[in-house]
């Protein structure tokens, strides 16, 4: 099947290695996605921190934000001798920061720089190159805009197109409300799986369950999900047998903190502070009774600073107020969907 057909996308500040690691503790088949990393942080900063990852965790791509050919092949690169298994360009960033450095969604609006930037790096590596970006810029919804960006960058060579279906408003609004404020068009999207039929077209935005991502996929040659799978990553669980075909596996959330466990240990022997590594868990008991307590525990300051150099006392302290808090949140549910009731 294809490799793309359900993915997590890079997310800045989240999708950390720590983050990936657990996340394949739950698939064994989602693609994975670095958080974006700079040209000019990759060259010129801490290369080998930047590009480190587990094995455990292919397969995975390494996300590249930069517009300089030149730059970005010696970048793609670095990512396949690091041994990523993609090098994806960003193209739809829309936050301030990004647009002063000259990448990001600014990019659309320079297709033939973005097709020079895909050749490059095709050029200097073997594995794929791939882009992910928005179907527009402001709040000018023409279509053949995007039909463009793409038709040019595709004659690079690049046949797979992560579309994030919204346009990137790169004035007066946030990186954060530019997920949910310009209008979702996924039309858009299916328009180019149509008129592109030779390309793998990626849907991204708004998909936040299975059965909506699933629906997508009768068009689409893959999906991507993004903070629904960092706030639940339980759902991460289903990815392989309803997206993969793979046999049902019989998991438990205890047995992922056991598997997670020995991890934990490891990266704090090597410097990682606690609370960087079990972030990513916070949500995993999450819609079950309990869940506020394991949350709480685990982002607790004195707690995490009790548990030292010992993962193993702050899950287990987290697993034991779970359990205590749980019946009491069962109740006040039971009671707040009574009230809803009358």
């Not at 289903?238 to 240990?265: H, K, N, S, T, W």
């Not at 022997?269 to 394991?294: D, I, K, S």
């Not at 150099?309 to 107020?321: S, V």
């Amino acid at each position: 099947m294809n490799s793309h057909r359900f993915c997590v996308a890079p997310m800045l500040d989240v999708t950390d290695r720590h983050c990936r690691h657990f996340h394949r503790q739950l698939s064994c088949s989602a693609r994975l996605y670095t958080e974006m990393v700079s040209t000019g942080a990759l060259l010129h900063g801490p290369r080998e921190r930047l590009l480190a990852f587990d094995s455990i965790e292919h397969p995975v791509a390494l996300q590249l934000g930069g517009s300089d050919p030149g730059e970005l092949a010696r970048a793609a690169r670095l990512g396949e001798l690091a041994g990523y298994d993609e090098i994806n360009l960003n193209c739809g960033c829309p936050s301030e920061r990004v647009q002063r450095g000259a990448f990001g969604a600014c990019l659309m609006a320079e297709p033939a720089l973005v097709a020079g930037c895909v050749s490059a790096m095709r050029d200097a590596v073997s594995v794929p190159v791939t882009v992910k970006h928005r179907i527009g810029l402001g709040r000018i919804e023409d279509y053949g805009f995007v039909r463009d960006f793409v038709g040019t960058v595709a004659q690079a060579g690049c046949d797979v197109f992560i579309v994030h279906a919204r346009n990137a408003w790169l004035e007066g609004l946030s990186p954060r409300d530019n997920r949910t404020v310009p209008p979702l068009r996924y039309e858009v999207a299916q328009r180019l799986a149509r008129e592109f039929p030779a390309l793998t077209i990626v849907l991204n935005g708004g998909l936040r369950d299975h059965r909506t991502a699933l629906a997508q996929l009768a068009w689409a040659g893959g999906v991507m999900i993004g903070r629904e799978a960092c706030d639940d990553p339980w759902m991460l669980t289903e990815v392989d047998q309803r997206y993969f075909g793979a046999p049902v596996r019989d998991m438990e959330r205890e047995a992922v903190i056991d598997a997670m466990r020995p991890y934990l240990r490891r990266e704090l022997a090597a410097g990682t502070p606690l609370r960087v590594l079990v972030r990513p868990m916070l949500g995993l008991f999450n819609g079950l009774p309990g869940a506020r307590h394991w949350r709480r525990t685990l982002s607790d300051s004195q707690a995490l600073a009790q548990a030292d150099r010992w993962p193993d006392r702050l899950l287990d302290r987290a697993l034991a107020a779970m359990r205590a808090g749980a019946p009491r949140e069962a109740r006040d549910a039971r009671a707040a969907r009574t009230a809803e009731c009358r």
